[in-house]
């Protein structure tokens, strides 16, 4: 995207692919996203940040890192754009579930599958604005060997020490069909604590 932009920043996907080629020696952002669109005549860009801690948790970038994020973007922005950059706001999730396994397979050694399988589709961290599907759950657990259907996933806020404070409530978020939540705009969901954050049961 860079490269076609003739180095200048001229779509949302530009900005973007330009935070993330920024020197390491300016700091570190793991998700970025622009809110407004750069080709509307409102030249006012909004754009959310988020990094990680030395853990790999998600934080809000410091204020040097986003200062340093819009002088980057100032060497390569169009002229007319100004830029805004803001924290993106971190909702921790977690989610129980329910499955039906064959009987001939073990319990314990089928949900531990489970969660392997579940914590490996689920490493890599969501991006700005990105819903949150229920049906991939159901998906994933469904292809563990030994299962033979997942009867429920049911999401949660966590808060609490440790975690975010959520602005919103799990039936806020949940679309009309129940099949996703979804994130406003400025949004980053997190799965944080893997191992208590999400729970199997089986029937």
């Given at each position: 995207?860079?490269?076609?932009?003739?180095?200048?920043?001229?779509?949302?996907?530009?900005?973007?692919?330009?935070?993330?080629?920024?020197?390491?020696?300016?700091?570190?952002?793991?998700?970025?996203?622009?809110?407004?669109?750069?080709?509307?005549?409102?030249?006012?860009?909004?754009?959310?940040?988020?990094?990680?801690?030395?853990?790999?948790?998600?934080?809000?970038?410091?204020?040097t890192?986003?200062a340093?994020?819009?002088?980057?973007?100032?060497?390569?922005?169009?002229?007319?754009?100004?830029?805004?950059?803001?924290?993106?706001?971190?909702?921790?999730?977690?989610?129980?579930?329910?499955?039906?396994?064959?009987?001939?397979?073990?319990?314990?050694?089928?949900?531990?599958?489970?969660?392997?399988?579940?914590?490996?589709?689920?490493?890599?961290?969501?991006?700005?604005?990105?819903?949150?599907?229920?049906?991939?759950?159901?998906?994933?657990?469904?292809?563990?060997?030994?299962?033979?259907?997942?009867?429920?996933?049911?999401?949660?806020?966590?808060?609490g020490?440790?975690?975010?404070?959520?602005?919103?409530?799990?039936e806020?978020?949940?679309?009309?069909?129940?099949?996703?939540?979804?994130?406003?705009?400025?949004?980053?969901?997190?799965?944080?604590?893997?191992?208590?954050?999400?729970?199997?049961?089986?029937?």
């Amino acid at each position: 995207a860079a490269k076609a932009a003739q180095q200048r920043s001229v779509t949302r996907t530009d900005y973007e692919a330009y935070i993330y080629m920024m020197p390491p020696g300016f700091g570190s952002i793991k998700r970025a996203a622009v809110v407004n669109d750069p080709s509307s005549s409102n030249r006012r860009l909004s754009i959310y940040v988020i990094s990680e801690d030395e853990n790999g948790y998600l934080v809000s970038s410091n204020s040097t890192i986003k200062a340093n994020t819009k002088s980057w973007l100032n060497k390569n922005k169009m002229l007319n754009d100004n830029i805004d950059i803001y924290d993106a706001k971190i909702v921790n999730i977690g989610f129980d579930y329910e499955v039906i396994i064959h009987p001939t397979k073990d319990k314990i050694e089928v949900l531990n599958s489970i969660n392997q399988r579940l914590l490996s589709e689920l490493s890599n961290k969501m991006y700005i604005g990105e819903p949150f599907y229920l049906t991939n759950i159901y998906n994933i657990i469904n292809k563990v060997d030994g299962v033979v259907d997942t009867t429920r996933v049911t999401p949660s806020l966590k808060t609490g020490t440790g975690y975010s404070s959520a602005p919103v409530t799990i039936e806020e978020m949940k679309s009309a069909d129940g099949t996703y939540l979804k994130a406003p705009r400025n949004v980053i969901f997190e799965i944080k604590y893997f191992n208590s954050d999400v729970r199997g049961t089986a029937i």
